[in-house]
């Protein structure tokens, strides 16, 4: 094979990774909505416009002590500060900060991209995307949709473990997963495609199409 062959399987193979990781494909679909959307734009997030939601991403992965100030007070004002300083940013520019993460991040790092930003911009992007006035649900590949159902799995634990009764989902030609243990509640069965379940999952369950019975 000659070395012009091994460049374009080489190339392939890097355009296949680009194209197989869903947590970056995501970053820059987000992106690209934010940017159509305006700065001013709400979100489904309660209180935050486009502008916010953009600063809090951009801060989680630059500036993680301040990020620790969502959930720890003694960071507060460390988090303030740095959501002052983004607010004075053109927001072409912040939402280019968004686009291009660092290299340092833990989320550069093989693996541990897909399990730390896929469900994060999966939900923001939809955040943005249905808090617009007329909306309607996005069509995912095949195997992005298999990538969403695997990260739809992990955020049915945390909601499981909070419930009175087990909690089961089900995403038809994809499969059926069921956590929680008994309790004084009733069983509940949430259907849906993978995407919707993750919503619903995470707190968006006013704008997520499934069936809860």
Not at 77 to 102: C, I, N, T, W
Not at 173 to 190: D, L, M, N, V, Y
Request: aromatic share 6%; charged share 25%; with cysteine.
């Amino acid at each position: 094979m000659g070395q012009a062959s091994r460049g374009v399987q080489a190339g392939n193979g890097r355009l296949r990774i680009m194209r197989d990781n869903l947590a970056r494909a995501e970053r820059l679909r987000l992106v690209d909505t934010a940017r159509r959307a305006g700065d001013d734009a709400p979100t489904l997030c309660e209180g935050w416009t486009v502008r916010d939601l953009a600063t809090h991403l951009v801060i989680r992965e630059r500036h993680p002590r301040a990020a620790a100030g969502i959930f720890m007070p003694k960071f507060s004002d460390r988090l303030q500060a740095k959501e002052d300083e983004y607010a004075e940013m053109p927001f072409s520019r912040l939402l280019g900060l968004v686009a291009a993460p660092p290299k340092w991040t833990p989320g550069a790092l093989p693996g541990v991209e897909t399990l730390m930003n896929t469900t994060e911009f999966l939900v923001h992007h939809e955040d943005i995307r249905r808090a617009a006035i007329e909306w309607i649900p996005r069509q995912l590949s095949q195997a992005e949709t298999a990538t969403v159902w695997a990260q739809t799995k992990v955020a049915l634990l945390p909601y499981a473990a909070k419930a009175k009764a087990p909690v089961t989902i089900e995403a038809p030609g994809f499969g059926i997963r069921t956590a929680g243990k008994k309790g004084s509640g009733e069983a509940a069965t949430i259907t849906g495609a993978p995407l919707e379940l993750l919503l619903y999952l995470m707190g968006r369950e006013d704008h997520a199409l499934v069936d809860v019975r």
